[in-house]
């Protein structure tokens, strides 16, 4: 297995199951919206550019996405493999993943997408909460918080993600389907793509996804 890129509209849990599935493969969870927020919290030239993509619900220019995350998966612990989390986001994304990867004589090992319908992401990406101090991801309705606004893993204070308000939810679903859909054919075309039931637990999603990696061939031949 070499790189793991995770499909599925924001909100399916691509972030939750990416971190589990880092865990039990051993190898690096690599975020681009995680690493787009850590640019901002540092208020790097890269961070502030990307902020007013971000806060409309937009995605960030492509070669701008593109340099950050190869730059990223060209570190040491990225040599085992890799879960790619919200990259690609777009078919020229892709393209320039691919060709990166060929050039250092990898590939995309398969294509997992996680399946939740319109009106559930809604529902889940508003009423999302995060913890300021661990990333732990909670949900008023699904997932509450046993003491509310504290982080049942290390007692941090739990935050709502600025993009997560209705408005801006809505701009990041109409921008998937625009954008990011067309990405299903493209990895289905090269017998990639494997559909999970995003609907299911957390821990059956999981097992979805362990046996859909596990089901592709290891190398890059
Ligand atoms: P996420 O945490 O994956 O939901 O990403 C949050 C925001 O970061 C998105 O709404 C985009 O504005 C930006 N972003 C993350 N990944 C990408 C990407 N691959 N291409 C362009 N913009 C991205």
Same mark, same amino acid.
């Given at each position: 297995m070499d790189f793991v890129v995770l499909l599925g509209p924001p909100g399916a849990g691509k972030g939750t199951q990416a971190k589990l =599935?880092? +865990?039990?493969?051993?190898? &690096?969870?690599?975020?681009s919206g995680d690493l787009f927020r850590d640019n901002l919290a540092r208020k790097t030239e890269l961070g502030l550019l990307a902020?007013?993509?971000?806060?409309?619900?937009? =995605?960030? &220019?492509d070669d701008v996405t593109v340099r950050m995350v190869i730059d990223r998966i060209g570190h040491p612990d990225c040599e085992a493999g890799v879960i790619l989390d919200g990259f &690609?986001?777009?078919?020229? +994304?892709?393209?320039?993943?691919?060709? @990166?990867?060929?050039a250092a004589g990898r590939c995309v090992s398969v294509a997992p997408l996680i399946q939740v319908p319109d009106d559930v992401l809604m529902?889940? =990406?508003? @009423?999302?909460?995060?913890?300021r101090q661990c990333g732990a991801v909670f949900n008023l309705v699904s997932n509450p918080p046993e003491v509310p606004g504290v982080c049942g893993?290390? +007692?941090?204070?739990?935050?709502?993600?600025?993009?997560?308000?209705?408005?801006?939810v809505r701009n990041r679903l109409y921008?998937?389907?625009?954008?990011? @859909? &067309? =990405?299903?054919?493209?990895?289905?075309?090269r017998k990639l793509l494997v559909e999970v039931d995003g609907q299911q637990s957390i821990d059956d999603v999981q097992t979805a996804l362990v046996a859909a990696v596990r089901s592709m061939p290891g190398d890059c031949q």
């Open positions: =599935l880092a +865990q039990e493969l051993g190898i &690096p969870h690599v975020s902020k007013s993509f971000m806060d409309r619900g937009d =995605l960030v &220019p &690609p986001r777009t078919l020229g +994304q892709a393209v320039a993943l691919d060709d @990166a990867l060929v529902d889940r =990406l508003t @009423a999302r909460r995060i913890c893993e290390c +007692q941090g204070e739990l935050y709502q993600r600025d993009d997560d308000n209705s408005e801006t921008t998937y389907y625009r954008d990011t @859909a &067309p =990405l299903i054919g493209y990895y289905f075309a």
